[in-house]
């Protein structure tokens, strides 16, 4: 990437903000020192996430193996740190990795994700912040339960079997249900610092952890290396994404939005930024109505964040069990969003007709392709083994029955959809097995022990139910 072309992309995912200056919180009293046990956690935690280390290059072994050589160093450090209220500036630093979207065109800003790599003993201070802010926010009556992002005991299986049970149950009352998928621009990145702060504030948060994310909020830069050469940003706003404290942050002061009162008939469910609004009437003509003021609320609450929603990418789709209806005129920042069949949430494909075929075949797409991959450096000789099996079986297993509690009812219904996930699992078991292209399914599934893609499918939701 050429250096104005970087600076470009740099300067719109990390848009400059005025740095403000934040309300003093007067100390309520010191603050409870961490525990040995907390900081045990915290190290244990990194140590088993083993991921790439930030700028000074020491990763989370050499700090674990420092721990166990003296238990106090990193618990004295982290303490004092907590009873000045100072975020060091060496954590702050961030080495940033652009990670591509997909095929998506080179060069423009949209098509990257901005990863930021942080110094190991940084993070394992934000994992001790935020348990101790998860704990409060625990005891002032929790985040809104229609986030489902960055949430224990949550995931997108979660969120998608509450969207497709919504539709379900409003369909079978003889409603029409529309379901409009909100994309925020660059979420993540362009959330101001002074909102979060003033979000922490009303969650009435201790003042010494008030003062931490003071700290921690100031004087943050990152540096970018290309092949062009290197540059460096000052960060002005936003969370990092590869932070442990950024995702709570975020569920912190995004829940204003998610709270917010909404018309009878309308729900707003989140996954982190992924914003869905879920609205259901007798009639096209409310639907309408009902969609539009309640885009018309969420629309400003977002932007009292100063967050945009990014109305060419936003997608609207109409469930119903009626042959003949209206067309139902929705807009978004003043521009119409046209009805289509399908959407993607959360990964998944979901069409108007919820039988998840265009889901089916893009995850068995996904999952040969990346079977394909991995035979490249797994090549098909020397004959079956253990290992082999289970990184085949494991990975390309995840991508084909993603999402399977809320799809997987539709295999009765389709017979279809029990052919397609099965072939494309005989494929990935003649790899694990080395087996020839002419042995059955049937044969692959004993030689590899593995049951059939269908009957996983439907034991997991069996487990997840």
Known sequence: ME?????????TLFPANQISSYRYLPASGPPVPFTADEVNAAVDRARSKNKAPGPDCINSQILAAVHKADQCTLRDLFNKCLHQGIFKSE????????????IKP??????????????????????LLTRRLEDHITSRGNLSPNQYGFRKNMSTDD??????????NEANDGKFCLAISLDIKN?????KWPDIMAALESWDVPSFLYRMFQSYFCGRFGTVSTGSGR?????SGGVPQGSVVGPLLWNTTFDSVLRGPLPHGAKLLGFADDTLLVVSSKTVEELEALANNALRLVEDRISNLSLQIAADTTEAVLFTQKYKHGTPNIEVGGKTIPLTKKMTYLGMIIDSSLF????MQSASAKAEMISTQLARIMPNVGGPREDRRRLLSSVVHSVLLYGAPSWAHTLDLIPGNVKLLNKTQRKILLRCTCAYRTV??????VLASTPPADLLARERETEFL
């Open 3 to 11: 250096m104005p072309t970087l600076q470009n992309v740099i300067s």
């Open 91 to 102: 954590w702050k630093f961030s080495r940033v990795v652009l990670l591509r979207k997909g």
């Open 106 to 127: 080179e060069g423009v800003p949209s098509s990257y994700r901005p990863l930021c790599l942080l110094n190991d003993v940084g993070k394992m201070l934000e994992f």
């Open 159 to 168: 969120a998608v079997l509450k969207l497709h049970n919504t539709i379900v």
């Open 187 to 191: 979420a993540f990145n362009t959330i």
């Open 231 to 235: 540059m460096e940003v000052e960060i």
């Open 356 to 359: 998840f075929k265009e889901h």
């Open 440 to 445: 059955s399914g049937v044969a692959a599934n």
